[in-house]
């Protein structure tokens, strides 16, 4: 099979100590505030990847959201080595396999416009492979830790997410947000800061996370053999993962994968490949992920409180 070279980012987690220093505000310019509980930043898809644009210390560069990583990640090559007294002892994790000696900052605050959250904590580690990879000027990468107190709606067909800030129990304080239909939902478990909803195909259960950050789906190559009965290979990819070390796999398309009574997805772009450190990156085993190709089926709202996906429809193309 044709062989190419893919660069993906991979599923990034972060495990926090506690070290204090002060970095400046975050500033999104091109957020639209729609009330003091709501936002909504446009983004752009880099490959596959959700970017908004954002500034921190005078740098103004692309930020990846990833509901893969724990926490807010920055760019040491734009943040660079000034910081080293605040090297972590630990290893931040990559799917792939581990990145060595992130250095631990803590945000003075994170500006989304009017919304400021203090004391954000944040790792600081060599992105430069995705940078160039990608082609952009990577400032850094926004995970679960900054999204957790808020709704969040992705919408690949308007390519903008939309914040809105719930309470402890995942109300929304301002309850009129969107001006389209929630037509379905799906319950969720969140394993530490991953999301994790079951699925089936060929009456095979899977144990999948969802990621806004994987480029194409991924199957683990150890599930049941019945689920391969609608995985159809169709090529062989060099993948460059967490650390930029790379492994070949296999791509293909899989289909008829079955989420609830009502939500049924494929065909959709996924890697057949070895998840045995699942467990060490997300803190749970998991068949397999969803990313890119679950969003563009579907515009999802993520509840991280209530821990429930809400779906919205694409419009119908009238010709």
């Known amino acids: 099979m044709l062989k190419r070279k893919l660069t993906i980012l991979l599923f990034i987690i972060c495990f926090a100590n506690n070290f204090a220093n002060n970095i400046d505000i975050v500033v999104f310019p091109k957020a639209e505030i729609l009330n003091k509980n709501t936002v909504r930043i446009p983004f752009k898809l880099i490959d596959h990847l959700i970017v908004v644009e954002a500034s921190v210390l005078n740098k103004t560069g692309s930020f990846i959201i990833d509901t893969g990583s724990e926490t807010l990640l920055l760019n040491k090559i734009h943040f660079p080595s000034k910081y080293n007294h605040n090297r972590k002892n630990n290893k931040t994790s990559g799917v792939l396999s581990y990145i060595d000696n992130p250095i631990e900052k803590r945000l003075k605050s994170f500006n989304l416009q009017h919304f400021i959250l203090k004391n954000q904590k944040s790792d600081i580690i060599d992105l430069s492979h995705i940078e160039k990879s990608k082609k952009m000027k990577l400032l850094g990468i926004i995970g679960y830790s900054v999204l957790k107190d808020y709704e969040i709606f992705i919408d690949l067909y308007l390519n903008q ?32 800061h991953t999301i994790v909803i079951n699925g089936y195909i060929n009456n095979q259960k899977l144990k999948l996370g969802l990621d806004t950050a994987a480029e194409f789906n991924q199957i683990n190559k150890s599930v049941n053999k019945k689920v391969f009965t609608y995985f159809v290979p169709k090529k062989r990819i060099n993948l460059s993962g967490a650390s930029d070390k790379r492994v070949e796999v296999l791509m293909g398309d899989l289909n008829r994968l079955k989420l609830s009574e009502t939500i049924y997805l494929g065909p959709m772009k996924t890697m057949l490949t070895n998840l045995s450190k699942m467990y060490e990156v997300f803190g749970t085993q998991l068949d397999g992920v969803l990313g890119y190709e679950f969003f563009k089926y579907k515009r999802t709202i993520i509840n991280y409180q209530k821990e429930k996906l809400y779906f919205i429809n694409y419009p119908i193309i009238r010709k």
């Open 161 to 192: 997410i939309t914040l809105t800030k719930v309470d402890k129990y995942g109300n929304k304080l301002d309850p009129r947000v969107y001006a389209e239909k929630i037509v379905d939902s799906l319950n969720f478990k969140l394993k530490k």
